[in-house]
């Protein structure tokens, strides 16, 4: 009997600490209720002894309340509040002037392609230019003035179209070829006016170079000598025209480049902290299926507002301006004060998830500084939403004083893609002749993309530029013929697309 006292006193240790630990996690419940009444008791003595100007520093921050219900306004007008979102506040975000279903996702549309370009910028940087490479695969007969063999095209540029097309037929004249014998060919990733097959972009810049080759077709990988190289408008001038016409073919092109859409959303997700059940993108143009909030779109023009001034450039250099400059934003807010005074990006889908008329940019004011807006409008009733939009957004401005980018006439709307800055290495061509072209081209590409709802082909054009450097040898057929491949560079474009390349 002796022998089991250790043992019950064994047991009826374990049974006390058992106890002890099975209490432990209320106790500590307890504490930290008497601890917070505690702290809530000396607060409130001290914010009545101290008066109304302590007692606010010592209270928790609290977000400023909205100044505008946006529910309100839209049921007022028969709307369904649930299929809007609405989030307009001062950059600062000190003062919000309307929020609405800002943490809801909903399709966000083009207004993706801020985020594409966001992207854009921190990967490849705003001077990056995309290159065009001619390759000439036989000997130049001086006499006819023919290649003896074929004419490759290879390159990475999303904006290659018309003009860079007159570029090549300028340069290969340069160097004393005017005809074809055999084939024009391009490389898997060459494409010509948004055309997403290599054997159409072929057949169609060579209807523009007029070389008379038998045929044309697609090849994996350019041959023969390189004989120059076009370079494409810095990135950041693409950019700006891509979100001003919204051209989707564009904007998954540049997207494919970095990894696509899957790239995007985890820099969403990782870099500018977005929750990730916020953040779904099928395409880095905003077509199809895509899911982000109001608050999250705010961020990410807050992050390319910032990416923007790191970068020595202004917001208006990657956006246009809201009714001065052409395309998508060409008549909204149109006759108002704030015409001229606000950049932005609009994201319309006519089918897709029932309909979508977005807006999101910001506002330029003298007294409350930028104002962010991002408003969203789900439906088909794309024309109406449209003038809502607009209407609401100049409410909500309407007791602010803008404070414009430019003035609205006609002379001051910016070529969004000028020729000028496109470049040839090395340039044979003097420059001396084809200024009827370059005006003409950029006549027509002043004018593309006006009407919203009706998206047209918006085609490329590019001018020369006028640097000349020292001409490369071309071979004739008294030279030692040499031939040989080189591969290029760029990537094949992720995402579908409509024929048209746009979506506005």
């Known amino acids: 009997m002796q022998n089991?006292?250790?043992?019950?006193?064994?047991?009826?240790?374990?049974?006390?600490?058992?106890?002890?630990?099975?209490?432990?996690?209320?106790?500590?419940?307890l504490a930290d209720r008497a601890g917070r009444k505690a702290v809530n008791t000396v607060r409130e003595t001290w914010q009545g002894a101290a008066g109304p100007q302590l007692a606010a520093e010592l209270r928790p921050p609290q977000p400023p309340p909205p100044q505008y219900d946006a529910a309100l306004w839209y049921g007022s007008r028969g709307q369904e509040p649930e299929k809007h979102g609405v989030l307009v506040q001062t950059f600062d975000g000190n003062q919000v002037l309307a929020a609405h279903n800002a943490d809801t996702t909903f399709n966000p549309a083009s207004l993706v392609k801020l985020a594409t370009t966001l992207v854009a910028l921190r990967r490849l940087g705003p001077e990056h230019r995309f290159t065009t490479r001619v390759y000439a695969d036989g000997l130049v007969d001086p006499k006819s003035k023919r290649l003896e063999g074929s004419l490759y095209l290879a390159g990475d540029d999303p904006t290659f179209g018309d003009y860079g097309a007159h570029v090549v037929a300028r340069e290969l004249k340069a160097r004393g070829i005017e005809q074809v014998r055999d084939k024009i060919l391009a490389t898997y990733n060459f494409s010509f006016n948004f055309h997403e097959k290599s054997e159409d972009s072929a057949k169609h810049t060579s209807d523009v170079l007029k070389l008379g080759q038998k045929e044309t077709g697609?090849?994996?990988?350019?041959?023969?000598?390189?004989?120059?190289?076009?370079?494409?408008?810095?990135?950041?001038?693409?950019?700006?025209?891509?979100?001003?016409?919204?051209?989707?073919?564009?904007?998954?092109?540049?997207?494919?480049?970095?990894?696509?859409?899957?790239?995007?959303?985890?820099?969403?997700?990782?870099?500018?902290?977005?929750?990730?059940?916020?953040?779904?993108?099928?395409?880095?143009?905003?077509?199809?299926?895509?899911?982000?909030?109001?608050?999250?779109?705010?961020?990410v023009i807050r992050a390319l507002v910032g990416e923007a001034n790191r970068l020595g450039l202004k917001i208006e250099d990657l956006m246009p301006i809201v009714g001065c400059d052409w395309g998508t934003l060409r008549r909204?807010?149109?006759?108002?004060?704030?015409?001229?005074?606000?950049?932005?990006?609009?994201?319309?889908?006519?089918?897709?998830?029932?309909?979508m008329s977005n807006l999101a940019g910001v506002a330029f004011t003298h007294d409350a500084g930028p104002v962010l807006f991002v408003i969203i409008a789900q439906g088909n009733r794309i024309w109406e939403n449209k003038q809502m939009t607009d209407e609401l957004l100049g409410e909500l401005l309407a007791r602010h004083s803008p404070a414009p980018v430019t003035g609205p006439s006609p002379q001051t709307r910016r070529h969004l893609l000028p020729s000028a800055n496109l470049r040839v290495e090395p340039q044979l061509y003097d420059g001396r002749a084809g200024k009827e072209l370059e005006d003409r081209d950029a006549k027509s590409r002043e004018t593309e993309g006006e009407d919203d709802d009706e998206p047209k082909a918006v085609k490329s054009a590019n001018r020369a530029g006028t640097k000349t450097v020292a001409p490369a040898k071309v071979k004739t057929a008294t030279d030692k013929p040499t031939r040989g491949a080189q591969g290029t560079a760029g990537g094949k474009s992720s995402g579908r697309r409509n024929k048209s390349g746009r979506k506005r």
Do not use: W
């Open 218 to 299: 697609a090849a994996e990988r350019p041959a023969g000598t390189e004989l120059f190289v076009i370079h494409s408008n810095p990135l950041r001038e693409i950019l700006l025209y891509m979100n001003a016409h919204s051209v989707n073919f564009v904007a998954d092109r540049i997207g494919g480049m970095f990894g696509g859409p899957a790239e995007v959303s985890r820099f969403l997700v990782e870099e500018l902290k977005l929750p990730a059940g916020e953040v779904y993108l099928e395409t880095c143009s905003g077509l199809y299926t895509n899911r982000m909030t109001p608050r999250g779109l705010g961020a």
């Open 332 to 355: 909204r807010l149109e006759g108002t004060p704030f015409e001229c005074a606000a950049v932005g990006k609009t994201g319309t889908l006519t089918t897709t998830d029932g309909g």
């Open 4 to 29: 089991r006292k250790p043992l019950y006193a064994l047991l009826a240790a374990g049974g006390v600490l058992a106890a002890v630990l099975s209490l432990f996690p209320y106790t500590l419940t």
